[in-house]
């Protein structure tokens, strides 16, 4: 006797759906509802996609489609599955090292550029001024047109900036 899963109790979860839809279709017809809704119940219990952060980005760049998915919570898995993940999922690969580096990049080009910004909006002292005289400027009616004091013979400039 072959039975068919009830539709009504598949649609519900769409991750038991997925789940469902991997098994072979001569096993899944050997399940009764009884089954069907202890498994459907038992996913639903796993909660796995409930977290404290979970962000989910997809970057569509021409001829290089990817996603970045950032998910923070409680830890829950056992330290069985833990070290199986470990296996399946090294965590020193080339990539995971090109990001970890482009990443700290970022971060540090970014605190030297707010750094930077903060320090352009701290005020400056004033600084010293200095006389000095003009060499260029020979004689007291030029020296006074351009509001310069002649004195020794020499043009002055008593604004002068050391940092000029």
């Given at each position: ?10 649609n ?33 219990r ?38 199986y993940?470990?296996s ?32 352009s ?43 000029f």
């Amino acid at each position: 006797m072959k039975i068919v899963p009830d539709k009504k109790i598949l649609n519900v979860n769409p991750i038991f759906e997925e789940l469902f839809s991997q098994i072979s279709p001569e096993i899944a017809s050997t399940f009764t509802k009884e089954q069907i809704a202890a498994i459907k119940q038992g996913v639903q219990r796993r909660e796995w996609y409930e977290h404290s952060l979970d962000l989910r980005i997809s970057v569509p760049i021409p001829l290089l489609s990817f996603y970045l998915v950032l998910l923070v919570g409680e830890e829950r898995r056992s330290k069985q599955r833990l070290q199986y993940e470990k296996s399946l999922y090294p965590f020193w690969t080339f990539g995971n090292i090109l990001f970890l580096i482009l990443f700290f990049f970022m971060i540090v080009s970014g605190s030297i550029s707010t750094l930077f910004l903060f320090k352009s909006l701290i005020p400056t002292k004033t600084h010293s001024v200095f006389p000095t005289s003009i060499p260029w400027i020979n004689t007291q009616q030029e020296c006074e047109k351009l509001t310069r004091t002649w004195n020794n013979n020499k043009c002055w400039d008593n604004e002068h900036s050391s940092t000029f």
